[in-house]
């Protein structure tokens, strides 16, 4: 069972009546030779590390390697507390733990790349807001995991998840996919409903430049990350209320791919454009001094 | 094309901040202390491209340190292993090279010696997302991911080796997934990788040495 691109994927999962992730986990299972068993545990371990790295923002006080990011989930919290937080809570924590999840990555803690270190926050940031809005399991996330691990194979075999070749719409605009297809099959929606959520974010993240301050994964990724949760509430909701996509993720795919190519070099993290050349972050960075 | 699993989607567990400046390169080094095959006493980093240039903010050169002493990716003991180095009396330098400017970006090349005195350089790449290539071993150009199982034969270039090395391996009944060989110059040292779907047994390093123009066997467990 393996398939080289999302029609084939929607294919195996109408032939054999199964979901995206079902497909994904047994993918695994018969391509690696490993056990049922292993490869959930395996999933098992990487839900376990986005918790604690989600949370850990959270207790600990954390300075980040290059000095520009540290203790934005703690007032996101403080915030949220007061009750009036602008988004709703399902959004309102999922921004506090991607930011969170990238904090913890800035200080040298325990990640998983999901499917870059410089995305890591989006998808945990998406699915414990999840968990704890609408209770699902650990399982039901364990599950969603192969789900979006589903999209972001498909971005890794047939465009690229690399910063310095696509841009940020490869590594923030692929892990908002990932959330946004993972989200909707939570919520009960069909394999096209998720591969319609992952093309929207692709639409709508197309052409997003990768301009980290200094080269360094915390500024302005941390904030991305955010948007990237909020680009994935947005296109699961378009999903899940029925409205097909003109345009299939296979397309959105290549055509991420193309523009990401066709970025200029100093906007696909070599620090040299964008964000990172405004006087503010050359004024914060010192590091061409 | 090579199998894409979806661990290497949701992917690396790794200490932040970057998969290719941290979790590669302490892929890298905890790969060349494996091929050292002993303790290593000392080390010197030299760093081309944006190794080079952004090291210490992605904790490159603490990853590094880390991979050296047999840390994985996802080892926090990382943080800290410039202090466990001093401690344990491992002595590092960190060399930055901004003049060559044609190798691939995030590049090392780490010299070391063992406890035991053995020497040993090997180069590697960080080619993204924790991915990584050994590239060189003692100046002589190779290519191996370490993702596989890995038998290194350092050998003198003469006929009947590498079939020697084959029938070892197959006598064992192990599948080969990728054989390459290299050389220095026709009849001076050549290197054969040959990586394997299985684990490899340490005995295998043993009858490889058997042949006379076999100098050297590591073996690399992915």
New interface residues.
């Given amino acids: 069972m393996d398939f080289k691109n999302a029609k084939e994927l929607l294919s195996l999962c109408m032939e054999n009546d199964l979901s995206i992730s079902q497909v994904m986990r047994n993918r695994e299972i018969i391509q690696t030779g490993k056990s049922q068993r292993e490869v959930y545990s395996r999933m098992a371990k990487a839900l376990s590390i986005m918790k604690t790295s989600a949370h850990s923002a959270i207790t600990e006080d954390l300075k980040s390697m290059g000095g520009l990011i540290g203790g934005e989930a703690k007032k996101l919290q403080a915030y949220q507390s007061q009750g009036k937080n602008i988004c709703g809570n399902l959004l309102s924590k999922a921004i506090m733990y991607a930011m969170g999840v990238l904090e913890v990555n800035a200080t040298m803690g325990v990640i998983v790349a999901a499917p870059t270190a410089g995305s890591c926050g989006v998808v945990p940031g998406m699915l414990l807001a999840m968990q704890e809005e609408y209770g699902f399991s650990d399982s039901q996330l364990i599950d969603a995991l192969f789900n979006a691990g589903a999209i972001g194979y498909l971005a890794m075999r047939n465009a690229t998840v690399a910063g310095a070749v696509g841009g940020c719409q490869a590594e923030v605009g692929v892990a908002s996919a990932m959330a946004a297809s993972a989200a909707t099959e939570l919520m009960g929606g069909s394999p096209q409903m998720c591969l319609a959520a992952a093309s929207t974010v692709l639409q709508n993240m197309l052409g997003l430049v990768c301009d980290p301050v200094g080269g360094l994964v915390e500024y302005p990724c941390q904030n991305r990350n955010a948007s990237g949760v909020a680009n994935a509430l947005i296109a699961s909701e378009i999903a899940l209320a029925g409205i097909p996509q003109l345009i299939p993720f296979d397309e959105m795919l290549d055509t991420m791919y193309a523009v990401g190519k066709r970025i200029p070099m100093e906007l696909r993290e070599t620090a040299m454009g964008g964000c990172a050349t405004t006087p503010s972050a050359c004024a914060a960075c010192g590091i061409c001094k | 094309?090579a199998?894409?699993?979806?661990?290497?989607?949701?992917?690396?567990?790794?200490?932040?901040?970057?998969?290719?400046h941290?979790?590669g390169a302490s892929a890298i080094a905890y790969l060349a202390q494996k091929m050292l095959g002993e303790k290593v006493k000392s080390a010197s980093f030299t760093l081309y491209g944006?190794f080079a240039?952004?090291y210490?903010?992605?904790?490159t050169d603490?990853a590094l340190i880390g991979g050296i002493m047999g840390y994985e990716t996802?080892d926090?003991r990382?943080?800290k292993s410039f202090e466990i180095a001093d401690s344990l009396g491992i002595s590092y330098q960190f060399i930055e090279n901004h003049e060559d400017t044609e190798v691939y970006?995030n590049t090392v090349e780490i010299a070391m010696t063992g406890e035991n005195g053995r020497q040993m350089t090997v180069r590697g790449e960080s080619i993204?997302?924790?991915k990584v290539r050994i590239v060189g071993i003692n100046g002589v150009e190779v290519d191996f991911s370490g993702e596989y199982s890995a038998v290194i034969v350092i050998q003198q270039d003469k006929p009947g080796v590498v079939a020697h090395i084959t029938k070892c391996i197959s006598d064992r009944k192990i599948n080969i997934a990728f054989m390459r060989l290299f050389r220095e110059a026709k009849g001076h040292t050549a290197y054969t990788i040959v990586e394997s779907d299985g684990n490899l047994p340490q005995e295998i390093a043993d009858e490889i040495k058997q042949n006379e123009f076999v100098r050297d066997v590591m073996i690399v467990q992915a």
């Fill in positions: 094309m199998f894409i699993s979806v661990f290497e989607v949701l992917g690396p567990n790794m200490v932040g901040p970057s998969s290719s941290t979790a944006s240039k952004t210490r903010g992605h904790g603490r996802d926090t990382i943080r970006p993204g997302g924790g």
